[in-house]
């Protein structure tokens, strides 16, 4: 696992768009198969209850945003190119890691980066982007809330080098460091432990939610088909021939059977454990600053996958 350090930016469209491996535009949204982590103040720009999937030209516009905000604060080098990139490249023979796995390496090394603080409240904002086979890219905007500048560790490149050969060694990863680690392999079986739990929480949260859809009374597919036949019954109650009634009895018959099944999914969906962890919310697009043009404030509920 190589990790490398790009040049700073003054925006997020082109360090986006290199994560992405296309332009950044305003039309695919990113779901969190695709941003598989991020600064834990990101839930703050969701309203309470509501759900959104940002496209790649909000993510960018939201990351650029305290820059626009906050144009005063400059780097230790007097310059004021904030966006900080870096990807994590696997080795080409390394196995497809799962998102847990995505999830845990972003948040490893954008605390060695110093980037993500926990319990931070000023921390700066951050995604991990994970939408090219066996890569992974962390930006950040290296202006904080507070109107300072992110300081990050000395000898970076020597920190993350040393977090890579311990998650190679936990994850089973291919290494370019030559000779066995002795530890390698109780601590690949901690985090398959770890990430088996993660994995198995997260499987069984996004079934019930497929099943809660499927049941729901007022938008769910079955209770559609149900509707309809509920309404072909109606009709041919009211046909004079002697077919209509009995037909029309078959398919009442059959629009109850499909009641009971939507009971049945829900109580199943009601069994099956909750989530270890809550699911990522995706926040709303930050306000636009005087003097700037809009950034997009239209709601996009509808997923489309990347």
Same mark, same amino acid.
């Given at each position: ?8 930016? &003054? ?187 993660? &994995? ?46 009995? &037909? ?59």
């Amino acid at each position: 696992m190589i990790i490398r350090i790009g040049p700073r930016d &003054s925006s997020a469209d082109e360090p986006l768009a290199e994560a992405l491996g296309r332009p950044v535009g305003d039309r695919e949204g990113l779901t969190h198969h695709t941003v598989v982590a991020h600064w834990e103040h990101l839930d703050l720009y969701t309203p309470l209850g509501e759900r959104q999937i940002w496209t790649s030209a909000e993510f960018a516009e939201h990351l650029d945003d305290p820059r626009r905000r906050h144009p005063a604060p400059v780097s230790p080098h007097g310059d004021r190119r904030a966006i900080w990139h870096a990807d994590v490249r696997l080795h080409p023979d390394d196995r497809d890691l799962t998102g847990p796995e995505w999830s845990e390496i972003a948040h490893r090394i954008a605390r060695a980066a110093g980037i993500h603080r926990p319990g931070d409240d000023h921390g700066c904002r951050w995604i991990a982007v994970q939408a090219q086979p066996g890569r992974l890219d962390l930006l950040a905007n290296l202006v904080r809330p507070d109107d300072t500048w992110t300081p990050q560790p000395h000898r970076l490149p020597a920190l993350l080098s040393a977090e890579s050969r311990r998650i190679e060694a936990e994850l089973g990863l291919i290494s370019p460091r030559t000779g066995p680690d002795p530890q390698q392999a109780a601590q690949q079986a901690r985090f398959v432990g770890r990430t088996r739990q993660a &994995s198995t929480a997260d499987t069984t949260s996004q079934l019930a939610a497929l099943l809660r859809q499927l049941a729901d009374e007022r938008t769910g597919p079955l209770s559609t088909v149900r509707g309809l036949i509920e309404h072909a019954a109606h009709r041919l109650e009211d046909l004079p021939d002697a077919y209509g009634p009995d &037909s029309a009895h078959r398919l009442e018959l059959i629009a109850h059977r499909l009641y009971g099944i939507q009971q049945s999914l829900d109580s199943t969906a009601a069994a099956l454990p909750a989530a270890a962890r809550p699911a990522l919310v995706w926040p709303t697009p930050p306000a636009p600053t005087p003097g700037l043009a809009p950034g997009p404030t239209d709601t996009r509920l509808a997923r489309s996958p990347v």
